[in-house]
């Protein structure tokens, strides 16, 4: 094992995750990301863990269900990690195990790379403190007015829900988030999205933007694609209700995360904002779709019941 990888790996378990010797660990990957599996099952077995290394087909969207034989593991285990191609983020199987206690780490997209260098390696510490007062304040405001390239803006009602805070540390039972983390997020309300926005980062299944996509939303449901590429996008975001409904506002917080084209870290970039569009029953909403799409957008000016807190992608809150 590359050394490297072989000390994330171990500081994943310990300082993320808090595994004890003789928990039941789970690694749930894919054919794609197998080799990263295999890292962290040899990490936890020296650790002492019980650990299952569980291997499935790659699945066809992000946010598809893992099949039965893998949810009924993830019911099992006190943690769990998944590396995958596709997010197993925001599934039912994800929620139950969650439910039943276990604390989890996905990661989508995972890469190599992140494993020796970039958001993975940020000292978690700075990136938990960020995130924790972001969630707050996305908790406590009733609106939110994000205004991007080309001065492009969108207000979305935030109303009665609750922010989450994804700090990539998971020790108590029922944590859950991704790893790399760093990201403020909440459910909007569904019909309460209007207005545009502009896209000039990445966004699932298309990669990075080669120019900017503009994304008109009305009542929360996204009515129109335009920009160069807004056929790969309209191919990339299921053509349903359910999967154009607007489900998630997001907040980077991670200042080692870059933009890659891979959603796991473009959506933690430190002053960056995405909207998602699909399921969000995992986190406060009511939508529950066959799919869960994230857009990323940089450098943006964000406010919260129209108190400026991000300028033009810098944090002006300490």
């Known amino acids: 094992m590359n050394r490297e990888i072989e ?66 593991a993830m019911m099992h285990a006190d943690v769990i990690i998944c590396p995958t191609e596709q997010s197993i983020t925001h599934t039912a199987a994800r929620i139950q195990a969650v439910k039943n206690g276990a604390r989890i780490a996905t990661m989508p997209g995972i890469t190599e790379k992140m494993f020796r260098e970039g958001p993975i390696c940020a000292d978690y510490s700075i990136v938990e403190k960020v995130t924790d007062q972001y969630a707050e304040l996305l908790t406590q405001a009733a609106s939110c007015r994000v205004i991007t390239e080309r001065n492009h803006e969108i207000i979305l009602n935030l109303s009665g829900r609750k922010g989450i805070a994804s700090t990539g540390v998971y020790r108590n039972s029922g944590q859950a988030g991704n790893l790399p983390s760093g990201e403020a997020y909440i459910a909007p309300l569904e019909d309460g999205a ?88 995992s986190f406060g909403g009511t939508v529950k779709a066959s799919s869960h799409i994230d857009c990323v957008t940089l450098n943006p000016t964000v406010y919260f019941d129209d108190v400026l807190v991000i300028q033009d992608g810098k944090f002006l809150l300490s």
């Open 194 to 281: 209007n207005g545009e926005f502009c896209v000039n980062g990445s966004i699932v299944g298309v990669g990075i933007l080669q120019s900017p996509i503009i994304l008109k939303l009305k009542q929360g449901r996204l009515i129109e694609i335009s920009g160069d590429q807004s056929g790969e996008v309209a191919r990339a975001i299921p053509d349903n209700t359910l999967s154009r409904t607007i489900g998630e506002l997001g907040i980077g917080t991670n200042t080692q995360a870059h933009l890659t084209g891979i959603i796991l870290e473009d959506e933690k970039i430190s002053g960056s904002i995405h909207l998602a569009f699909g399921t969000n029953v």
């Open 7 to 72: 000390e994330s790996c171990n500081n994943i378990w310990t300082q993320c995750m808090g595994l004890s010797a003789h928990e039941n660990a789970l690694i749930v990957t894919d054919d794609e990301k197998k080799d990263l599996g295999d890292a962290l099952y040899r990490s936890a077995k020296a650790l002492g863990a019980n650990v299952t290394l569980i291997q499935m087909p790659v699945a066809k969207v992000s946010g598809e269900e893992p099949p039965a034989s893998v949810s009924a």
